[in-house]
C-alpha cells in the first residue's frame, strides 16, 4: 500500500462543476502540499498545509490530521483546470516528499 | 525572474551509455531536490542538497546513480550504464531554505528515454 493514496486517478467533469479531489495518508506528516502539472511536465505549487484550510481563487485546500485525509476543491470548473493533480506529504523531520499517483483532471467545456 | 530551470528537456540514449542531467536552481536558493517520475506515476524521491552537500541520497536506486552540487548552486545527476528502465522524467526542484513554509519551486523535468 502507498503511503500516499488519490482519489479518483481520473475526472471528468463539465465546465461549472464543483471537483473534489481526495488524498489519504498513512504515516505522520508535518506538511501536505497540493501541486498541478500540465502536460510538459512543469509542476507549480498549489497550496502547502499543516493543518486547517486554505482558499486561493476558485481553489479550496482542507485537511484533517486526525483522519490522515486532505482534500482539494475547485469550484466553478474551466477547461482550464485540466491537469494532473498531485498531492504530497512531508514527514516530520524530513526534507523529501512522497508522492500521491496523481489525479488527471479534465474539464470540457 | 528566471526559475528553475532544467537541461535538456529531452535526452535519448542508447542503453550501456552515461548521461549527465543538469539542474539550475533559482538563486540564492540552498536546497536542491532531484526526483523522478515515471509514466502515469507521481515522481519519486532522489536525492537532496542543502548547499554543496548531499544531506540524503536515500532515494538514489543504486550506484549508477550519482549527483552533485559542487559550489551550491548548479547540480549535475550523473548515470552510469543507463538501462531502459531509467526511462523516465527527471525533475529538479529547489526551495530558498530547509524550512518547512519555504516555497518549492520545480523546473520542467528532464524527458530521459533509454533506447
Known amino acids: 500500500k502507498n503511503e500516499v493514496e488519490q482519489s479518483p486517478q481520473n475526472l471528468t467533469a463539465q465546465e461549472g462543476e464543483f471537483i473534489t479531489i481526495n488524498c489519504s495518508y498513512s504515516?505522520?506528516?508535518?506538511?501536505l502540499h497540493w501541486l498541478q502539472q500540465h502536460p510538459g511536465g512543469g509542476i507549480v505549487s498549489l497550496f502547502m498545509?499543516?493543518?486547517g484550510k486554505k482558499k486561493h481563487g476558485r481553489l479550496i485546500a482542507t485537511i484533517n490530521i486526525q483522519e490522515k485525509h486532505s482534500s482539494l476543491h475547485i469550484t466553478a470548473s474551466h477547461p482550464r483546470d485540466s491537469a494532473v493533480y498531485i498531492c504530497?506529504?512531508?514527514?516530520?523531520?524530513?526534507?523529501?516528499?512522497?508522492f500521491g499517483q496523481g489525479t488527471r483532471l479534465t474539464i470540457n467545456p | 525572474g528566471a526559475g528553475v530551470s532544467q537541461t535538456p528537456s529531452n535526452k535519448v540514449t542508447e542503453k550501456g551509455k552515461y548521461v549527465e542531467l543538469r539542474c539550475d536552481p533559482i538563486?540564492?536558493?540552498?536546497?536542491l531536490y532531484w526526483y523522478r517520475q515515471s509514466l502515469g506515476q507521481g515522481p519519486e524521491f532522489l536525492i537532496y542538497?542543502?548547499?554543496?552537500?548531499?544531506?540524503?541520497d536515500s532515494g538514489l536506486p543504486n550506484d549508477r546513480f550519482f549527483a552533485v552540487r559542487p559550489e551550491g548552486s548548479v547540480s549535475t545527476l550523473k548515470i552510469q550504464r543507463t538501462e531502459r528502465g531509467d526511462s523516465a522524467v527527471y525533475l529538479c526542484?529547489?526551495?530558498?531554505?530547509?524550512?518547512?513554509?519555504?516555497?518549492?519551486?520545480f523546473g520542467n523535468g528532464t524527458r530521459l528515454t533509454v533506447t
Open positions: 526542484a529547489s526551495s530558498l531554505t530547509q524550512r518547512l513554509n519555504s516555497p518549492l519551486h
Open positions: 504515516v505522520g506528516i508535518s506538511a
Open positions: 498545509l499543516s493543518s
Open positions: 504530497a506529504v512531508r514527514s516530520p523531520g524530513a526534507q523529501k516528499l512522497v
Open positions: 538563486s540564492g536558493h540552498t536546497a
Open positions: 542538497f542543502q548547499g554543496t552537500g548531499a544531506a540524503d
